[in-house]
């Protein structure tokens, strides 16, 4: 249970770290409203959760688990790619089965080339007690090669 309020429970560090992906964190909070609790992106994931990045790039992990892990993996993302918005959000829910899938678009810039990036993203999230305790990625690797200039000419 969070404490009030809905603070992390487990300390992800100073959130200033992870400015880079605020038009993320946004879309999503707005995806997930009304089934999650807390006020910031980390404070919708149960201690335990798992995350699966399905279609990724190359050395990126294919699972990561637990929530300080997913932290400490998006902490360094503002060194590659800096995001300045998100849209396209569609949300498709499946109240049975306790699933949301969210289709988003993501728009920035790498930080190395200068290049823009947009990509598309698939999310999978299972909520069990008003937290995320499952996350099933699907994204376009072409985008994020194309914006790192990857592979080199």
Same mark, same amino acid.
């Given at each position: ?30 995806? +997930?409203?009304?089934? /999650?609790? #807390? ?11 798992? !995350?699966?990045? %399905? &279609? ?45 899938? +969210?289709?988003?678009? /993501?728009? #920035? ?11 598309? !993203?698939?999310? %999978? &999230? ?28």
């Amino acid at each position: 249970m969070d404490p009030p309020g809905g603070q992390v429970t487990t300390p992800i560090g100073d959130l200033d770290d992870f400015a880079p992906l605020d038009p993320f964190f946004r879309i999503i909070k707005e995806g +997930l409203a009304g089934f /999650v609790d #807390g006020r910031h992106f980390f404070d919708f994931l149960a201690e335990d959760v798992v !995350f699966e990045y %399905v &279609i990724s790039v190359p050395g990126y992990p294919r699972r990561v688990e637990g929530r300080r892990a997913v932290a400490e993996l998006y902490r360094g993302y503002g060194s590659n790619i800096v995001l300045r918005s998100a849209d396209e959000l569609a949300v498709h829910r499946d109240h049975e089965a306790s699933v949301i899938v +969210l289709e988003y678009a /993501v728009h #920035g810039q790498a930080v190395q080339t200068g290049r823009t990036y947009n990509n598309h !993203f698939v999310s %999978v &999230i299972t909520i069990k007690n008003r937290k995320v305790t499952h996350w099933r990625d699907y994204l376009d690797p072409v985008a994020v090669f194309n914006a790192i200039g990857w592979p080199a000419p």
